[in-house]
């Protein structure tokens, strides 16, 4: 539990320090879509295969505070430091961080208590390998596509008056 603690800090202090480039709306609609997301991998890996879970094998409330508050700050940072107008080979470099920067942090989470919560059933670090930058791909493709939503609805209700 001290090491969600220590996470739950720092990851959230973090994502409300940095200056942003994210607006208030497109942090909200990222931290609501990271949560229904998750919930949705989590209910078929963590709870019907049993493939990870945080602290136990069962639905418990210190799951839902990993749930609610660890990974939505996280995506806010990816996306707010996100080289969208750069190189493919900067979009490449920088997501290679990220990858190494989760793989750390999973290794990490996996230390006995109290510092670890994250435990492994069959699930694997290269599991997680190949499975964190599809993830991230659909976190960037889902903030992109919300993004047009905006300057769609923008420019509509521009020209309705």
Do not use: C
Request: aromatic share 22%; hydrophobic share 55%.
């Amino acid at each position: 539990m001290v090491g969600l603690i220590i996470a739950l800090i720092i990851f959230n202090g973090v994502a409300l320090k940095i200056k942003k480039r994210l607006s208030l709306v497109q942090m909200y609609h990222i931290w609501t879509f990271t949560i229904a997301f998750q919930t949705v991998f989590d209910v078929y890996i963590d709870f019907k295969y049993h493939g990870y879970w945080y602290f136990s094998k069962s639905v418990d409330w210190n799951s839902f505070i990993a749930l609610i508050f660890l990974v939505p700050p996280v995506n806010v940072v990816f996306l707010n430091f996100f080289p969208y107008k750069k190189t493919l080979m900067k979009k490449i470099i920088y997501l290679a961080t990220w990858e190494i920067a989760l793989l750390l942090y999973e290794v990490i989470t996996l230390l006995p208590e109290p510092w670890g919560y994250f435990h492994y059933g069959w699930w694997t670090l290269w599991h997680s390998l190949i499975v964190n930058p599809v993830l991230l791909m659909i976190l960037l493709g889902y903030y992109k596509w919300m993004v047009k939503l905006e300057k769609r609805s923008t420019l509509a209700s521009e020209f309705k008056y």
